[in-house]
């Protein structure tokens, strides 16, 4: 896969493995995130965003591999629409955000405080890399569970209409059901 090895190189010339990240450093982290998504049957898009997830940083971890205001770097490396996904995903509030996501289908961009609202095509993937990603976090960092647990459990389960059937399954089988009454 071309891509996908263009994109690990430039992780590791970026200084990804050499950034600590719960279960090791940030390329494990982000060759784990695209593995998973791969392994779920997830698009290529949403496979090499998840490779490059958090290159310009996130709202839980502030750390940029690259600054937002190149994007055309990433664009070469992993085509407009991964970028777009990856810009997306670093850009996301997540405290004004996640909650109403299934309902809005809204995402707040914390670069810019502009509200986007995503597209048909947008939602799952959008979904899909951000449950798979703390599916990671929480893996490897047993206290995120012991911590987070319930709400992952609650929000993923108020997700659970817009992800793919086969990253809920995964978020239920590692973290259980979600309380479905909960709202988004």
């Not at 995130?33 to 958090?54: F, I, P, S, T």
């Not at 109403?100 to 810019?112: C, N, P, S």
């Given at each position: 896969m071309?891509?996908?090895?263009?994109?690990?190189?430039?992780?590791?010339?970026?200084?990804?493995?050499?950034?600590?990240?719960?279960?090791?450093?940030?390329?494990?982290h982000?060759?784990?995130?695209?593995?998973?998504?791969a392994?779920?049957?997830?698009?290529?898009?949403?496979?090499?965003?998840g490779l490059?997830?958090?290159?310009?940083?996130?709202d839980?971890?502030?750390?940029?591999?690259l600054?937002?205001?190149d994007?055309?770097?990433?664009?070469?490396?992993i085509?407009?629409?991964?970028?777009?996904?990856?810009?997306l995903?670093?850009a996301?509030?997540?405290?004004r955000t996640?909650r109403k996501?299934?309902?809005?289908?809204?995402v707040?961009?914390?670069?810019?405080?502009?509200?986007?609202?995503?597209?048909?095509?947008?939602v799952?993937?959008?979904?899909?890399?951000?449950?798979?990603?703390?599916?990671?976090?929480i893996?490897q960092?047993?206290?995120?569970?012991?911590?987070?647990g319930?709400?992952f459990?609650?929000?993923?389960?108020?997700?659970?209409?817009?992800?793919?059937?086969?990253?809920?399954?995964e978020?239920?089988r590692?973290?259980?059901e979600g309380?479905?009454?909960?709202?988004?």
């Amino acid at each position: 896969m071309g891509a996908d090895s263009d994109v690990r190189r430039w992780l590791r010339q970026r200084g990804a493995e050499t950034i600590p990240h719960p279960g090791g450093t940030l390329y494990t982290h982000l060759c784990r995130v695209h593995d998973r998504l791969a392994e779920l049957g997830c698009g290529v898009d949403a496979q090499l965003a998840g490779l490059a997830h958090a290159v310009y940083g996130t709202d839980g971890f502030d750390v940029t591999l690259l600054d937002r205001t190149d994007r055309a770097t990433l664009r070469e490396l992993i085509g407009d629409d991964a970028e777009a996904l990856v810009y997306l995903y670093g850009a996301c509030d997540r405290g004004r955000t996640w909650r109403k996501l299934a309902a809005t289908g809204e995402v707040v961009d914390r670069f810019t405080d502009q509200t986007w609202t995503l597209g048909p095509g947008q939602v799952r993937p959008f979904v899909d890399l951000s449950i798979v990603n703390e599916l990671d976090v929480i893996e490897q960092d047993p206290a995120t569970a012991d911590r987070y647990g319930e709400y992952f459990r609650s929000l993923f389960a108020a997700w659970a209409p817009i992800a793919s059937p086969q990253v809920t399954s995964e978020a239920q089988r590692l973290l259980g059901e979600g309380d479905r009454s909960s709202s988004a």
